[in-house]
């Protein structure tokens, strides 16, 4: 009796043992896998159509230009890098971004509150939208061994729209992760919310104090030797048309904290071709920032509100914000500044709230980080102003 007794009392601590283990987040990598491993089925759900394919996004309506005192206009422009939010389709059970929310009260326009007042102060916001916004989808084939399959839905978007985002750069290597049917739903749950989108096929056109601004967006990978002759073409189409033509390169290594040749290369055919700003992410890395015949090449501003990682080992980040000053359609003066950032409101986890750092030794790690690898490109800036000169 007392053995049978021992028996079921080792059983009954295992048992709860494993349900402590299973509460628990975990330290893990990009690479690494957070939820349990059971596959969502993949078949096409009942009733469910393809969504077609949307128009091309509209130029947005421009509200009337504040003109200085010599007849030239200030535009602000901001960037960011990866926001990727919602969830991996590969496995079942909460995600890491569904457990952050239901401690936010479901309140999804948490993402941005540290960093709302920043994006509204300027003319446009551009993000590197990474992933899918779809209410229903199934995984392609080719993806079900991909070990990240991001989406969200399509109420998401609310986030984008209440933290001040005018654009979103879809090209990247996330958005086909359903397919056709999730990109098209993508495309048309931004244009729904007035966001003006661009992927590799789209051109983004916006105008804002008077000014038609042009945003081409590419992922490169193996694409070099076509980008490099399709590019230069169609930034001079859209130079034809537009006051500013920006490009935005979802390229390079993950990790990697500088750009390669190739990168650089294409990087200069693009400002050569008629191209007034470049920003670049992908790497989940800050990457120095290269000053080029007189324009800003931005080759990474990093990760930004990035739900595929609960612990990233570098959490660094920076809001690129630029003042272009215009008259007759030219650039007459050019600065810029950075807002050293960490991606998350905590120290200890990923949240995904980005949050500006206000400790002096971590904005100078963000600045001395890009400083010190501005040795691996041409022309590499000289400083990195947190103010306006």
Not at 271 to 280: K, M, R, S, V, Y
């Amino acid at each position: 009796m007392r053995k049978d007794l021992c028996i079921i009392l080792v059983l009954l601590l295992s048992v709860l043992c494993f349900s402590a283990v299973a509460e628990t987040d975990s330290d893990v990598t990009y690479h690494d896998v957070y939820y349990t491993p059971t596959p969502v089925p993949t078949a096409t759900p009942a009733g469910y159509t393809p969504t077609p394919e949307p128009p091309p996004p509209t130029p947005v309506p421009t509200a009337t230009p504040r003109y200085e005192a010599d007849g030239s206009v200030v535009l602000t422009l901001t960037a960011v890098g990866d926001v990727t939010i919602g969830r991996n389709a590969k496995y079942s059970g909460s995600s890491i971004f569904e457990k952050e929310l239901k401690r936010q009260d479901n309140d999804v326009n948490f993402i941005f509150r540290n960093v709302r007042d920043i994006l509204k102060g300027d003319d446009v916001t551009i993000i590197n939208f990474e992933g899918v916004l779809a209410d229903e989808y199934s995984i392609p084939s080719k993806k079900r061994e991909n070990s990240f399959l991001f989406v969200a839905p399509t109420s998401y978007a609310e986030a984008l729209v209440n933290g001040s985002v005018e654009i979103a750069t879809i090209e990247n290597n996330h958005i086909d992760d359903f397919g056709d049917n999730g990109r098209a739903s993508t495309q048309k749950t931004l244009t729904e919310n007035d966001i003006t989108w661009a992927d590799e096929f789209n051109m983004a056109s916006y105008e804002v104090q008077g000014v038609k601004i042009a945003v081409l967006s590419y992922k490169t990978f193996d694409y070099y030797d076509t980008l490099n002759k399709k590019v230069p073409a169609e930034v001079a189409s859209a130079k034809a048309t537009h006051d500013l033509v920006i490009v935005c390169y979802h390229w390079g290594a993950e990790k990697d904290y500088y750009p390669n040749d190739r990168q650089q290369k294409l990087a200069h055919a693009t400002i050569d071709a008629g191209a007034d700003l470049i920003i670049g992410h992908h790497s989940h890395r800050i990457n120095p920032i290269e000053e080029y015949n007189g324009k800003y090449i931005v080759y990474s501003v990093g990760n930004f509100s990035f739900a595929g990682n609960n612990k990233p080992d570098d959490m660094s980040t920076f809001i690129f914000q630029t003042r272009f000053r215009m008259k007759d359609g030219q650039i007459i003066g050019n600065s810029f500044r950075i807002v050293p950032c960490r991606i998350s409101s905590k120290t200890d986890y990923n949240d995904f709230a980005p949050t500006p750092y206000t400790e002096q030794l971590r904005i100078d790690n963000v600045i001395n980080t890009m400083l010190k690898n501005g040795k691996y490109i041409k022309n590499a800036v000289e400083s990195y102003p947190l103010d306006w000169e």
